[in-house]
């Protein structure tokens, strides 16, 4: 298990810097919408649009991500727990 985890670093490091990036970049994105707002909106009001612009798109990214949770197996290999537990019982 340790040599396929190892394995896997570089892409979790990659993965990390895709997520460092993506935040950046939502964070440049979040700004210059905050800007072309204020040409319309004072600058709390232009703030407070965009926040909840993003916060509505989070909060639907999010329900549609729990909506595609459900159902699926766990992450664990629970049939070679469960063989384990069956051995144990056997066992003791």
């Known amino acids: 298990m340790l040599t396929k985890a190892r394995k896997r670093v ?3 490091r ?3 810097l895709a997520g460092t990036l993506g935040v950046l970049a ?3 994105t979040y700004r210059m919408n905050v800007l072309l ?3 319309k909106l004072p600058p709390e009001l232009a703030s407070f649009v965009a ?3 993003y ?3 989070a909060g639907a990214a999010a329900v549609a991500a729990s909506r595609k949770w459900k159902g ?3 992450p664990l290999p629970t049939e070679t727990a469960r063989q384990v537990a069956g ?3 056997d066992t003791g």
């Open 14 to 16: 990659f993965g990390a």
């Open 87 to 89: 051995i144990i019982t």
């Open 26 to 28: 939502t964070a440049a």
């Open 72 to 74: 699926l197996p766990a």
């Open 55 to 57: 916060g509505g798109g």
């Open 51 to 53: 926040a909840l612009a």
């Open 10 to 12: 570089p892409a979790l």
């Open 37 to 39: 707002l204020e040409k």
